[in-house]
C-alpha cells in the first residue's frame, strides 16, 4: 500500500515519496507562548502528532521539529501588562504547553527549538537575504523584498496583482513596497533586544521558521505542517526567504487543517468564544477531546460545543467497553484452537482496511469507523460460550496497534467487585433518602464502566454487560 496526502501546493493529492527512503523531515509551526493554548492550537497538536505516529507505525523514521515562537509582540504586551519579563511568560506558558499536549497524547518533538536560542542563525540567515538583494534595512528595520522572488504567491494560489490590492504601508513602516515584509524589528525603549548587523532588535515572525528549519532539518525538507490561516502570510513568506537564500525547494509536501468553530461560528476573543484546552480538561478527558478531534478528517472544519463532545463521549466509551470486556474474558478463556483461523483472518482484514483509510491522507474519521467495527466484531465474538485466548489476545493487540497510531488508549480503569459493591450500596442510600439524581449518577457511573444493574425484589444485582 502507498500513502498518499493532499499537498496544498498542488491542491491535488499526491503519493508520498519522501528525500530519503524510510526518512522523514517534518517540521511543524508550534505556538507563542504568550498563554495557555486554545482549541485552534491544540487541533495541529494533535493532527500531526497523529501523522508522525502514523508514519512511525508505517515503519517510517520521522524527524519531527515544532518550535516555540518566545519573543514577539504578544509576548512584549503580556510582559508589561502582567510586570515580567518575557524569557519568564514564555518559560511558564511552554511548560503549561507540554502539560496540555502531554494530556491529550501528543508525543514532544524530536527537538523544539525556540527563537531565543537561535538569534545567530536567524540573524544570518537575514544578513545573507540582504546580501542576496532580498532584502533591506531602513532605520534599523529589515524587509524582504516580495516583488523580487518569482515564486511568490504559489502556495497560497494567489498572483502578486491580487496581493497588491490589499497591501499597505502601516504608520511607522519604511518599506519600499506594501508587500515587502518585516525580516528585522528595530527595538523600541525598553524592549527585549538583541544585537544586530542593523541595531538592536528582534526577528519578525516569518523568518524563525525558516531559519529553524533550515539549521534543524536541512536545505529541503519532506513535510511542512500547520493550521490553514499559516497558508498566508506565514508560509509563504517561509517559502520565498528560503528558496530565495539557497535555491532549493524548501518542502517538498505542505499540510494545513481545518478551522475549529464554536457554536459554528469562528472562534475569536471579540466574540468571547475563546475556548483554552486548559480549562476544558479540567472537566473532560484529554482522551475524548483527542477522539473528538479526529472523528473529523483533518482538512475539514470541525465545529466544537459541549453537547457535541458529550455525544462523542458515547462512541468513545463503546471502545473503551469492548476493550475492557475483552481484558476481563482474556482469564476465563481457554487454548481452544477450533474456529480461531475465521476470527484471525477478520482481525487481520480490519487491520488492513485502517490501513487503507490512514494511508488516504490520513483520514482518521474512516479509520476510528474501522475500530467501532473491531469493537463490534470483538463484541459479537464475546457472546460464544466458549472464547480462545489466542482470539481474545489478537483483538486486544489490534485495538492497542491501531489505537497507538491514533494516540488513543483504550485500557480504561476496570472496577473490581468491591468497588461496585460499594457503589451500589451509596445507590441504595441515595434513594432511601429520595435522592434521585445522585442513585440516577451512580447508575450512569457504573453503566460507563459496562456494569449492568438490574433491581429485583431480592435486591439490586449487577452484572459486567
Not at 35 to 48: K, Q, S, T
Not at 430 to 443: C, E, S, T, V
Request: hydrophobic letters at 35%.
Amino acid at each position: 500500500m502507498t500513502i498518499k496526502l493532499y499537498n496544498t501546493l498542488t491542491r491535488q493529492k499526491e503519493v508520498f515519496t519522501p528525500l530519503e527512503e524510510n526518512k522523514v523531515k517534518m517540521y511543524v509551526c508550534g505556538p507563542t507562548v504568550y498563554n495557555y493554548i486554545h482549541i485552534g492550537n491544540a487541533r495541529p497538536a494533535i493532527v500531526f502528532d497523529t501523522v508522525r505516529r502514523y508514519l512511525e507505525f508505517r515503519g517510517y523514521e520521522v524527524q519531527y521539529v515544532s518550535n516555540f515562537t518566545d519573543v514577539d509582540d504578544k509576548l512584549i504586551r503580556a510582559a508589561k501588562e502582567l510586570g515580567e519579563d518575557v524569557p519568564t511568560i514564555a518559560e511558564r506558558f511552554i511548560n503549561a504547553y507540554f502539560e496540555d499536549t502531554t494530556a491529550l497524547g501528543c508525543k514532544h518533538a524530536t527537538i523544539h527549538p525556540r527563537v531565543t536560542e537561535n538569534m545567530d542563525i536567524i540573524i544570518d540567515f537575514i544578513d545573507e537575504l540582504v546580501k542576496k538583494g532580498y532584502a533591506y534595512e531602513s532605520d534599523g528595520d529589515v524587509y524582504y523584498r516580495t516583488r523580487k522572488f518569482e515564486g511568490y504567491g504559489k502556495l497560497s494560489h494567489q498572483s502578486i496583482d491580487e496581493l497588491q490590492s490589499g497591501a499597505r504601508i502601516e504608520v511607522g513602516e519604511k518599506k519600499e513596497d506594501p508587500l515587502d515584509f518585516t525580516l528585522w524589528k528595530a527595538a523600541k525603549d525598553g524592549e527585549i533586544a538583541w544585537d544586530s548587523p542593523w541595531g538592536q532588535g528582534r526577528p519578525g515572525w516569518h523568518i524563525e521558521c525558516s531559519a529553524m528549519a533550515r539549521k534543524y532539518l536541512g536545505d529541503t525538507i519532506d513535510i511542512h505542517a500547520g493550521g490553514q490561516d499559516l497558508s498566508f502570510p506565514h508560509h509563504e513568506n517561509e517559502i520565498a526567504q528560503s528558496e530565495a537564500l539557497t535555491g532549493k525547494t524548501f518542502a517538498k509536501y505542505w499540510l494545513h487543517n481545518g478551522y475549529i468553530n464554536i457554536d459554528n461560528e469562528k472562534m475569536s476573543k471579540s466574540l468571547g468564544n475563546f475556548v483554552l484546552v486548559h480549562d476544558i480538561i479540567q472537566k473532560h478527558d484529554p482522551s475524548l477531546l483527542r477522539f473528538f478531534i479526529l472523528s473529523v478528517h483533518y482538512r475539514h472544519p470541525i465545529n466544537y460545543n459541549e453537547e457535541i463532545l458529550e455525544n462523542t463521549r458515547k462512541g468513545y466509551e463503546r471502545l473503551q467497553t469492548a476493550y475492557v470486556n475483552l481484558k476481563h474474558r482474556l482469564e476465563a478463556a481457554t487454548d481452544l484452537n477450533d474456529g480461531n483461523s475465521e476470527w484471525l483472518t477478520n482481525i487481520d482484514e480490519l487491520h488492513n482496511s485502517f490501513i487503507k483509510e490512514m494511508d488516504d491522507d490520513f483520514n482518521t474519521a474512516n479509520a476510528i469507523s474501522v475500530l467501532f467495527e473491531l469493537a463490534k466484531q470483538a463484541n459479537v465474538y464475546l457472546l460464544e460460550n466458549t472464547t480462545s485466548k489466542e482470539v481474545i489476545e489478537a483483538f486486544i493487540n489490534e485495538f492497542n496497534q491501531l489505537g497507538g497510531a491514533l494516540g488513543l488508549t483504550f485500557d480504561a480503569q476496570e472496577l473490581v467487585d468491591e468497588e461496585i459493591e460499594n457503589l451500589i450500596q451509596q445507590r441504595i442510600d441515595a434513594r432511601k433518602n429520595r435522592d434521585f439524581k445522585l442513585a440516577d449518577q451512580i447508575r450512569d457511573e457504573l453503566k460507563a464502566k459496562n456494569i449492568i444493574l438490574e433491581d429485583t425484589a431480592q435486591g439490586t444485582r449487577w452484572k459486567r454487560g
